[in-house]
């Protein structure tokens, strides 16, 4: 395993399910409090986050360490004209790990070759995001094993990197994808032949009530206005599904329904106390997980 | 045999004294091989270059012969991405001193640009475009995009 985190890709099974059990370790509250205590993280977010940006903030704080961040474009010598490649330069110096979450895909690849410390990827445009699909992971796991699942995946299936990590994750469990997107946000046909590549059996359904009985999770993901073109593109597909009691009535007892937060209406709030909604459960995972990260890669 | 029926005999294209000549290019394909070489019209090579030739072995293929400019191996390899059957023979004082095919290289830097816009390469960072060739295409490593048709299109 390298000492960047960039890619979900870039990861045995072995990888993952080390990491993993790593996690579990941090979930106890037994572990080394001081563990980070002379450690310095820096965490550049050049797009908006709540959850990824806290959670790893919160992990640091939790293992005695400290952060620096940026938390905009604007805020940033970005709007100089600096390059990505010479901010990475310049914060190495600083901090003893980097956590980036930026628009342009493979932005944390470019990070990783010029900076001195570890580059962990918050989250890169359309592409990967591996911290998170460790958290979805790990809350899987917390239910059942992974191997062999039935994973129903929902929304915006083209442009959500989640879904994208997650989907290369889950090939390495023999798990079947269900996908479920609105026109035009279909799984990329590239990831699709990957995946299948893989050996993978991935199934595209056009309704998710179609089926819902038979899925062991539902992936559900927001539409994501931010990488629409433009309004009226974004308004067509917007609200075409919906997670509601109704839909969820005659669901396997051990349904986990998963989504990777925020969520902008595609789940009723009349799911919450129901016993399959787990998606706060799963942003109170990004901690654990994120300290395993951080650890490993500042240990 | 009637004179005025029959071809006139000769080479053509003449022979260069040193260079390159690139041999059994893909018909169609000279000029993208002049791309990858990052010859243009404002470059200073002497060039010759014949299309649609005909060839024993491929029916049809184009050639290039750079004068003064030996190619470098990376500079060949690249060519193999749309001309993989091609020949290059380093010509001194008139005579072929070295013959190689092409290989197609494992990693590709600052050849093609990445089809996604959304991609850091297309940006102004200070970095170059890398591709890894695989069988079923080009896989960019920054942004795990694939091409797949139309590399020549591709390439910068």
């Given at each position: 395993m390298t000492n960047h985190i960039i890619s979900i890709r870039d990861y045995t099974r072995r990888d993952i399910d080390y990491l993993l059990e790593r996690a579990g370790e941090f979930d106890?509250?037994?572990?080394?409090?001081?563990?980070?205590?002379?450690?310095?993280?820096?965490?550049?977010?050049?797009?908006?986050?709540?959850?990824?940006?806290?959670?790893?903030?919160?992990?640091?704080?939790?293992?005695?360490?400290?952060?620096?961040?940026?938390?905009?474009?604007?805020?940033?010598?970005?709007?100089k004209g600096e390059t990505l490649a010479d901010t990475i330069r310049v914060v190495s110096g600083y901090a003893d790990a980097i956590v980036l979450r930026h628009p342009k895909e493979g932005a944390a690849r470019l990070a990783s070759e010029f900076a001195t410390v570890p580059v962990i990827n918050a989250g890169d445009g359309a592409g990967q995001h591996p911290s998170q699909t460790l958290l979805d992971l790990y809350t899987i796991r917390q239910s059942m094993p992974i191997d062999g699942i039935n994973v129903g995946m929902l929304g915006d299936l083209r442009y959500g990197r989640t879904a994208h990590s997650l989907a290369y994750a889950l090939s390495l469990y023999g798990a079947t994808i269900h996908t479920i997107a609105p026109g035009g946000l279909e799984l990329p046909a590239n990831i699709l032949h990957e995946l299948r590549e893989r050996g993978m059996e991935v199934i595209q359904h056009d309704d998710v009530s179609d089926i819902v009985a038979e899925l062991d999770v539902l992936y559900v993901t927001r539409i994501q206005r931010e990488?629409?073109?433009?309004?009226?593109?974004?308004?067509?597909?917007?609200?075409?599904?919906?997670?509601?009691?109704?839909?969820?009535?005659?669901?396997?007892?051990?349904?986990?329904?998963?989504?990777?937060?925020?969520?902008?209406?595609?789940?009723?709030?009349?799911?919450?106390?129901?016993?399959?909604?787990?998606y706060f459960e799963q942003s109170r995972n990004g901690v654990p997980v994120r300290m395993a990260l951080l650890h490993e890669v500042m240990k | 045999m009637n004179d005025e029926a029959s071809p006139v005999k000769g080479l053509l294209i003449s022979p260069i004294r040193s260079g390159t000549v690139i041999d059994h290019i893909t018909a169609g394909e000279a000029l993208n091989v002049l791309k990858i070489l990052g010859i243009t019209g404002s470059t200073t090579e002497s060039l010759s270059v014949a299309t649609n030739v005909a060839s024993h072995r491929m029916e049809k293929k184009d050639i290039v012969k750079i004068e003064n400019r030996e190619l470098r191996k990376e500079e060949v390899d690249r060519i193999a991405l749309i001309a993989p059957q091609a020949k290059i023979n380093i010509i001194r004082e008139y005579l072929v001193v070295e013959k190689k095919g092409v290989e197609i290289p494992k990693i590709l830097r600052g050849v093609?640009?990445?089809?996604?816009?959304?991609?850091?390469?297309?940006?102004?960072?200070?970095?170059?475009?890398?591709?890894?060739?695989?069988?079923?295409?080009?896989?960019?490593?920054?942004?795990?995009?694939?091409?797949?048709?139309?590399?020549a299109g591709h390439i910068i």
């Open positions: 106890t509250r037994t572990y080394d409090r001081h563990a980070l205590e002379e450690k310095l993280l820096a965490l550049l977010f050049f797009e908006p986050s709540t959850r990824t940006r806290m959670s790893f903030e919160t992990a640091m704080a939790r293992l005695g360490g400290k952060s620096i961040s940026v938390d905009s474009v604007e805020a940033s010598s970005i709007v990488r629409f073109p433009d309004s009226a593109s974004y308004y067509n597909v917007a609200s075409s599904y919906r997670i509601t009691p109704d839909l969820l009535e005659d669901v396997q007892e051990h349904l986990m329904v998963l989504h990777p937060l925020p969520r902008a209406g595609e789940i009723d709030s009349g799911v919450d106390g129901l016993p399959y909604a787990r | 093609v640009r990445c089809p996604n816009p959304g991609c850091i390469t297309n940006t102004n960072e200070p970095v170059e475009s890398t591709f890894e060739v695989l069988e079923k295409g080009l896989h960019c490593l920054y942004c795990d995009w694939w091409i797949k048709t139309d590399i």
